[in-house]
């Protein structure tokens, strides 16, 4: 498992990315054959913070405020271009699911985003 953290000084907002592997990676059937792992692997992102909820709402079409996606939601959606689901767990925490040969683009997508977000709390825009 591969961890990888984000933090922005400004936003507090923190994104741990966990790259879950399959079983099937761990065991050895070359003296068999060949064996591919077409299941699909994911990747979670847990996103947490006082301003994850602006961060998001940039990037996707759903509204992600406390009173209209509440804690044990979930919800399908893009992320710019890219498909996702997203669990609210907690007040200031969103579970982000995706593909993991898109972990890449979605963390430039996040970053992108709160980037902007932080410049405009640093300039009052």
């Known amino acids: 498992m591969k961890i990888r953290d984000f933090s922005w000084r400004r ?3 923190v994104i ?3 790259c ?4 099937l990676d761990r065991v050895k059937f070359w003296k068999f054959g060949v064996l591919t792992d077409q299941s699909d692997a994911w ?3 847990r996103m947490s913070g ?5 961060a998001l709402m940039g990037l ?3 509204d992600l405020r406390m009173k209209e ?3 044990g939601n979930v919800v399908r959606t893009s992320l710019q271009h890219v498909n996702v689901t997203l669990h609210r767990v907690g007040p200031n925490t969103i579970d982000l699911y995706g593909f993991r040969s898109m972990a890449q683009t979605i963390c ?3 970053k992108s985003s709160l980037t902007t977000l932080n410049a405009r709390i640093n300039h009052n825009i």
């Open 11 to 13: 936003s507090e907002i």
């Open 16 to 18: 741990r990315i966990f």
């Open 69 to 71: 996606f509440k804690r």
């Open 43 to 45: 990747v979670t992102l």
């Open 60 to 62: 996707c079409p759903v």
């Open 108 to 110: 430039h997508e996040l």
């Open 20 to 23: 879950i592997n399959s079983a």
């Open 50 to 54: 006082d301003l994850i909820e602006d």
